[in-house]
Structure formats: structure tokens, C-alpha cells
């Protein structure tokens, strides 16, 4: 069988489906916003006096709130297509970022905060309407393709991120004279450009519905039908398990932290934003390694091994004694722990036939969104009663867990491990 060509090469990108390019470069312009809110939104927060819970509250709002919006869009999508729901959250995100401009008052901030997930730094995803979009790229790429091309896609995602960072550093002081939290205005106008450009961009795409099988009268085949989508429940059902570990663990400590740098050491936009886009640069090239990984020892090796070394170094950072050598020590954390979410993308679009994607993206996002909303109120409300370093040590036990649950309970279902070959 012929090798496919890589998706980051030229013949690779373009012998890709127009949508599935398309949506993957949304997505990247998406997270170049997403980067620079991720670093300066909590800062924003601070200026306007929000205390540590306060911001955790917010964010587990968020969390929750995507939870149950990405639910209801992962099954209507299987249903109705999944073009509409992502032109729903470019509009809404024009208008509600713009509020927050021209209003700027508590319920408009929560609101919009919430429905959006400002400052929880999404990696460009479209908040809850991402389980369309990750079904429709899915429909849009082959099975023997979709754990590189996600990859590929998490990379870019990544590096829009660390570029969007770069911008956090110096977006707060384009307006001259301005002080206080309207220092803040261009980030959110930058959002606004980006939404306004997607918005355009999907606006012209044409979609192909998922093909559903009509349901069969004959005993055999209702039979197997009832075992296969039984198959898929419990897949599903595991996956959302594991997930809750992994992002409990996740949520404690990883929105929270420019807000903690910001106590811990007493650095800003300026510092924090330069090492926030390392991070993403460096983590988009682990993502495409681990894409190469994973067509070799398959992909639940591949999510799990580099994510060892995440774990000792997440519960070294809060007793470094400054703010770089803690800063060198999450890059690096980043790099073996985030470049593996292509891989889990693309695991999680496996488990089900194309009919039931949006189901599966959505059951993944509700099981990842709602722990990880969690998280942020317990390490908020840790940091608020001046525990620097619980939400970490915690945040590194619940990874460990994470580590061997998920190929404990999921091995079986990892398609994509080569079978060993035999003389």
C-alpha cells in the first residue's frame, strides 16, 4: 500500500479535502486570538480587581457552561450537519467580544466569558460547537490519515497559540496613554478580526451530510448493528472515565497559571507571554513527532509515554526559586504533555462510524470540559487561601492516575498499534 504523504509537506497539504483544509486553517487563526487571551484574560481580570476565586468561579463557569452547549451540538450535528453550528459561534463570538468592548460589565464579562471560554485556552477550538467541527473534519479525512492530519492540525493549532502569546505581550501597550484594564481593548478587537474572518471562511464551505444507514428488518444484520453501536458505548463510556482524570488534573492548575506566575514571582504580560509562546512553538513540533509516533507503536503508546516526564516536572514548578527556571520547567512540561492532543483527537474519532461522530466528540468535550471546569474553583480557591503549591501536587497525582488508566482500559481498542509481523 502506497504511504501517504505527509499533511505538513506540499503534495501532503494539498492532496487533503478542500473542507478539511479549510476548517484546519480556521482553527489556526482561531488559536492565534485564543494564545493571546489565554496569557492576558486572567491579567485582564486582576486589573479589574477579581480575586484568585473569583477568576476560578469564572472559569469553571465557562467550563460548564461549554459542557452542556457541546453535548446538545454533538448530537444535532450528527443530525442537521455541522456548517450551521460553527457560523452560530463566529457570530455570537463577533457579538459578544464587541459587548465586552462597549460594555464591559460584570454579567457581560461572565456571560461571554462563559459561553465562550475566554482565557481557558482552547488550542482554537470553536468552545462548544467544537464537536461539529471535529466530526466534520473527521468526515472530511481517512482513517488511515487521521492520526497525522490531527496531528498536523494540533501543531498548527499550537503554534497559532504561541504566536497569539507573543502578541499578549505587547497588545496591552498599543494604546498610548491608556491605563488601568482598557490597556486590554486590542485583545479583544484582535478576537473580534479573527471571528469576523472565520465567519467568511466556513460561511463558503459546502458540507456533505453523514451517510445513515437505514435500519434493518433483517434478524442477523439488526443483530450485529445492536452489538457494534454496543461496542461503541462501551468505548465511550471508558473514554469518559479517563478523561475525567486527566482533565481534573489539567483543570487545577494550567488556566490559572499567569495568574499564579503573577503572585508567585511578580511578572506580567511581558514576561509571561514570550514563555507562553515557546511553549506552543516547541509543543507544535512534538505534536507532529508524536504524529509520527503514533503510526508506529500506535496511538495510546504514543498519548502515554512522553507523559511521564510531564508528571515529575509538574510537581517540581512550584518550589522552583524563580520565575525562569519554573518557566523552563513548564516549557518543557508542555512539550511532552500537550503534543500528544492530535493523538487523543484522533483516538477518540476512531472509536465510532461516521454517523455517531458528534456524539463521540461530544461525550470526549462534556468528559473533558466539565472536570477541567472544576478544577480551576479548587486551584483558585487554593491559591485564595495562599497555597501555592497543593493545586500542582495535586494536579500531578491525577495525571499519574490518568497515565495508567488510559491504556489499562483502552488498549483494547487501539486499531491503529501495528500488529507485530510474523517470518
Known amino acids: 500500500m502506497t504511504k501517504d504523504p505527509a499533511p505538513y509537506t506540499r503534495k501532503g497539504w494539498t492532496s487533503l479535502d478542500p473542507v478539511a483544509r479549510q476548517l484546519i486553517v480556521a482553527r489556526f487563526l ?16 486582576k486589573l479589574r480587581h477579581w480575586s484568585a476565586p473569583e477568576v476560578g468561579l469564572l472559569l469553571m463557569a465557562g467550563g460548564l457552561a461549554g459542557a452542556l452547549l ?28 464587541l459587548a465586552i468592548i462597549l460594555f464591559p460589565s460584570v454579567w457581560v464579562l461572565v456571560l461571554t466569558a462563559a459561553l465562550f471560554g475566554f482565557g481557558r485556552g482552547a488550542n482554537g477550538s470553536s468552545g462548544p460547537f467544537a464537536p461539529a467541527e471535529q466530526a466534520w473534519l473527521a468526515q472530511s479525512i481517512s482513517n488511515r490519515r487521521r492520526g497525522s492530519v490531527f496531528s498536523f492540525n494540533a501543531g498548527l493549532q499550537f503554534w497559532g497559540m504561541g504566536i497569539g502569546s507573543l502578541m499578549a505581550a505587547f497588545l496591552p501597550n498599543l494604546l498610548p496613554g491608556v491605563v488601568g484594564p482598557e490597556r486590554y481593548i486590542p485583545l479583544f478587537i484582535l478576537n473580534v478580526l479573527v471571528a469576523i474572518i472565520n465567519l467568511v471562511q466556513i460561511g463558503v464551505l459546502k458540507e456533505t451530510r453523514p451517510t445513515r444507514t437505514a435500519p434493518s428488518s433483517v434478524p442477523s444484520e ?46 506580567g504580560p511581558a514576561e509571561i507571554g514570550p514563555v507562553y509562546a515557546v511553549t506552543f512553538f516547541l509543543t507544535g513540533f512534538s505534536s507532529l513527532l508524536i504524529g509520527k509516533m503514533s503510526e508506529k507503536v500506535g ?43 492530535g493523538a487523543r483527537q484522533a483516538f477518540s474519532m476512531g472509536l465510532v462510524r461516521d454517523q455517531r461522530r ?8 462534556v468528559s473533558w470540559s466539565v ?30 492516575a490518568y497515565i495508567i488508566m488510559f491504556p489499562t482500559m483502552m488498549g483494547q481498542y487501539d486499531v491503529s498499534r501495528p500488529k507485530p509481523s510474523h517470518p
Open 30 to 45: 482561531r488559536s492565534i486570538a485564543q494564545g493571546a487571551l489565554g496569557v492576558d484574560f486572567t491579567l485582564y481580570l
Open 70 to 97: 457541546s453535548l446538545l451540538v454533538g448530537t444535532a450535528s450528527d443530525r442537521i450537519g455541522r456548517r450551521l453550528f460553527l457560523l452560530v459561534y463566529e457570530g455570537g463570538l463577533i457579538l459578544g467580544t
Open 222 to 267: 439488526v443483530r450485529e448493528e445492536a452489538n457494534v453501536t454496543k461496542r461503541e458505548n462501551r468505548a465511550l463510556g471508558l473514554l469518559v472515565v479517563v478523561n475525567m482524570v486527566n482533565s481534573l488534573g489539567v483543570g487545577l492548575v494550567a488556566p490559572l497559571l499567569p495568574y499564579w506566575f503573577n503572585l508567585r514571582f511578580g511578572v
Open 299 to 341: 496511538l495510546i503508546r504514543s498519548i502515554v509515554l512522553p507523559r511521564l516526564l510531564g508528571v515529575g516536572l509538574l510537581v517540581a514548578i512550584p518550589f522552583m526559586p524563580s520565575f525562569w527556571i519554573a518557566a523552563v520547567l513548564y516549557v518543557v512540561r508542555s512539550i511532552v504533555n500537550r503534543g500528544s492532543v
Open 358 to 365: 458528534g456524539l463521540a466528540s461530544s461525550l470526549n468535550a
Open 371 to 400: 472536570p477541567a471546569a472544576i478544577g480551576p474553583a479548587i486551584g483558585g480557591w487554593l491559591i485564595g487561601l495562599g497555597s501555592l503549591e497543593w493545586p500542582f501536587l495535586m494536579a500531578s497525582a491525577l495525571q499519574l
